[in-house]
């Protein structure tokens, strides 16, 4: 059986990952849960971001597709990108790389403001709504009843 899915070049030469390594959080004797690979979850990453495709298309050498996208969760909503950004690493690939990385994370915490406030505003119309239309009465059923005898005859 033939595998359909191209082979990744990874982005992250070795000497950026040893420059970005130690920046990074999981590590082992870091508190907290410690992350399996750090590099395979960054390549990850790229490979989202660098090919504009969702999580779910995530290659299967990734590891799964939900774990890397909650860690990034995680770390987009801790500020963590843009910290690791701001460190300025001596390359300016990998610096590019970490400024791509926090362009995506801007615009998904954005995407995400933008659909928590579309169902916030859809949750006021529908009690608005909700309020305005008054209850249906057997009385008033009935009086249409009438009316449509009426018509009727």
Known sequence: MMNDTPEYEMKLSDAQWQMLEPLLIGRA??????AKDNRRFIEALL???????PWSKLP???GRSSTAYMRFRRWNECDFWRQLAGSK??????QGMLDTIVIYG???????????SRKAK?????ATAA??????????DESTLHWV???GS
């Open 29 to 34: 004797g870091d508190p907290g849960v410690s």
């Open 47 to 53: 490979w989202v971001v660098l090919n504009h495709a």
């Open 60 to 62: 299967p050498q990734f």
């Open 89 to 94: 690493v001596g390359d300016a690939g990998l």
């Open 106 to 116: 801007d615009l998904y915490t954005s995407r995400l403001e933008q659909r928590l």
């Open 122 to 126: 859809k949750a006021s119309y529908r």
């Open 131 to 140: 309020a305005a239309i008054p209850a249906r009465t057997p009385a008033s």
């Open 149 to 151: 005898a009426l018509l």
